[in-house]
């Protein structure tokens, strides 16, 4: 199995940016896809998941409005599309795919990407 994300990078605060996760190795379409973020010194922290059809989605109350997550079955690709972005949301951001749930909790998570950095300047 793999989860590659790209499209991180620098951005200045109040732009927008979309990360990209290929999947590969599973089959995708039985998957919940989630996002979590790294900062320097801090556990890995919740962002958005969605489930396997992409009827559900779920966010973190730090980005709900701003970012929006989705999928592509089709494609095997999950996305994170992140406006207004602050200067708090800087990190390495990771997706994740979860056989059995909607989970905020790391552990449940049963594969992870390497993580695309993503840093946002005031």
């Known amino acids: 199995v793999q989860l590659v994300e790209s499209g991180g990078g620098l951005v200045q605060a109040g732009g927008s940016l979309r990360v990209s996760c290929a999947a590969s190795?599973?089959?995708?379409?039985?998957?919940?896809m989630a996002w979590f973020r790294q900062a320097p010194g801090q556990g890995r922290k919740f962002v958005a998941v969605i489930s396997w059809s992409g009827r559900n989605t779920y966010y973190s109350d730090s980005v709900k409005g701003r970012f929006t997550i989705s999928r592509d079955n089709a494609k095997n690709m999950a996305y994170l599309q992140m406006n207004m972005l602050k200067p708090e949301d800087t990190g390495v951001y990771y997706c994740?795919?979860?056989?059995?749930?909607?989970?905020?909790?790391?552990?449940?998570?049963?594969?992870w990407g390497q993580g695309t950095q993503v840093s946002v300047s005031s």
């Open positions: 190795g599973l089959s995708f379409s039985n998957y919940a």
């Open positions: 994740a795919a979860d056989r059995n749930g909607l989970g905020e909790d790391p552990a449940e998570y049963d594969f």
